[in-house]
């Protein structure tokens, strides 16, 4: 399914997985979100973890590579330009996080 036939389904409220009428809040029917639920609890149970899960080796990457950005003056999320005076990130960035959380805000 491409991303243009699962906004379409989302739109019209049908459960992407079959195209049953999806339940109110989310964007599966209740008999794919249980199977689902079913099939995540299976894998936790047989002991499965995510891979990117199995040790910190990402996490430390990344806070490395934040602390180098940031010392060198540079701006922490995109690398690319450098930050303004006050702020530790640059102007580009700063409006983007500034309209995702617009956005984002629950009234």
Do not use: W
């Amino acid at each position: 399914m491409t991303k243009e036939e699962y906004a379409i389904y989302k739109k019209y409220n049908l459960c992407p997985d079959c195209g049953n009428k999806s339940m109110k809040g989310h964007v599966f029917c209740f008999t794919c979100l249980s199977y689902r639920s079913e099939y995540d609890k299976a894998r936790r149970n047989k002991g499965y973890i995510r891979p990117d899960r199995l040790d910190g080796r990402s996490k430390e990457y990344n806070h490395a590579r934040y602390e180098k950005l940031k010392a060198s003056g540079m701006c922490p999320y995109c690398g690319q330009r450098k930050v303004t005076e006050d702020y530790s990130t640059c102007h580009v960035c700063r409006k983007k996080r500034t309209e995702y959380r617009r956005t984002r805000k629950v009234d």
